[in-house]
């Protein structure tokens, strides 16, 4: 394979520097012959989708054009957060981005969406579940935390406080991370006491669950692009007002949600949920809605860059790491649509343009 030569300005240090890929790894000392492929401009760690459903498809040929969808839009690197396809045959792709599964939702019958996930008539299983989906994953695994209770007509926790913290436990002695999908507020803190790595959506935090957070240690994929979806959720739950109200609710005060989070100090990730709903390829719209909320353009950057990169246990742009770079033109950090239109992407030190 051909040694690549870049030079840029490499993020986060924002220092001009000559970089090399050879063999799928950056060098920082010159390799001979390498072929120059970027003079000038800025070096980004390749993007990161924390909240993606690159499986939520008919077959595998569709989930690859998901994939290669969000790899065209600089995610190089996925955290496929539960899909009903095992998508593990697109890891061998060279082409596609990295993909972190989280196995298969699980929830409870007719308390998630229909087809997506494990559903446990009896909730003792959860740890036995939650041990298999370990196993079948790559270090995640994804619970449904609440849904709407069609008896209660409103959101609802899935699972009892004694059976979640056992679930949880059994996951992290498999070596697993656990993540689970909330939207209100009543599940968040036993899941957060229990132990959770983090929260999905968090739409339901309140002052006392976000110092908790903050206390744990737990982050949150606010998946702010997903949230606009809440509205039209409202209008066609006519059927249980409460939960209708509730979701509207939820939705008018998200950006003060996820903003009083980011102010806490809590680890805050970009996520699209894309395939739950979301067209796949906006993750530079979660990045610009991130800022928006709350966050310095840089830390919009950074939740769906280097930190998320080591969030999920990938390195940034320096010797030895893994060769999965993004090349612009101009400074993201101006000018956050400037994301949009990467110069180069290389995956795994390869150049795919």
Not at 270 to 280: E, L, M, R, S, Y
Request: negative net charge; hydrophobic residues 40%.
């Amino acid at each position: 394979m051909t040694a690549l030569h870049l030079r840029g300005v490499v993020l986060p240090e924002g220092e001009e520097r000559d970089i090399w890929v050879v063999n799928g790894r950056v060098r920082t000392e010159p390799v001979p012959g390498a072929e120059t492929v970027v003079d000038g401009g800025y070096l980004l760690p390749g993007l990161v989708d924390a909240h993606c459903h690159v499986g939520i498809a008919e077959d595998l040929t569709q989930a690859e054009t998901h994939a290669l969808t969000d790899r065209d839009a600089g995610a190089l690197l996925i955290r496929e957060c539960g899909a009903p396809l095992d998508t593990s045959p697109l890891q061998e792709r060279l082409d596609l981005p990295r993909l972190i599964r989280a196995g298969r939702h699980i929830a409870r019958p007719k308390r998630y969406i229909r087809g997506l996930a494990e559903e446990l008539d009896d909730p003792s299983l959860l740890p036995e579940v939650v041990a298999e989906q370990a196993a079948n994953g790559d270090g995640w695994v994804k619970l449904v935390g609440d849904y709407i209770d069609r008896e209660a007509g409103d959101l609802a926790p899935l699972w009892p406080d004694d059976i979640l913290a056992e679930a949880i436990r059994v996951a992290h002695d498999a070596g697993a991370r656990v993540t689970a999908h909330v939207f209100g507020s009543d599940a968040l803190l036993p899941l957060i006491e229990a132990g959770i790595d983090c929260i999905e959506h968090g739409t339901g935090l309140t002052d006392d669950t976000i110092a908790a957070m903050a206390t744990h240690g737990t982050a949150l994929v606010p998946t702010l692009i997903n949230i606009e979806t809440f509205p039209g959720i409202a209008a066609g739950a006519s059927k249980y007002p409460r939960y209708a109200g509730h979701m509207l609710d939820l939705y008018a005060r998200v950006r003060h949600t996820v903003g009083t989070a980011i102010e806490a100090g809590i680890p805050v990730y970009a996520g699209t949920d894309a395939g739950g709903g979301i067209a796949h390829g906006r993750i530079v719209d979660e990045i610009v809605a991130l800022h928006e909320t709350g966050m310095t353009r840089e830390q919009a950057i950074a939740a769906a860059s280097w930190e998320a990169r080591s969030w999920l246990g990938w390195s940034g742009i320096q010797d030895s790491s893994a060769a999965d770079i993004a090349a612009y033109a101009t400074d993201p950090r101006e000018n956050l649509d400037t994301l949009r239109t990467p110069t180069h992407l290389i995956l795994r030190g390869r150049l795919l343009r």
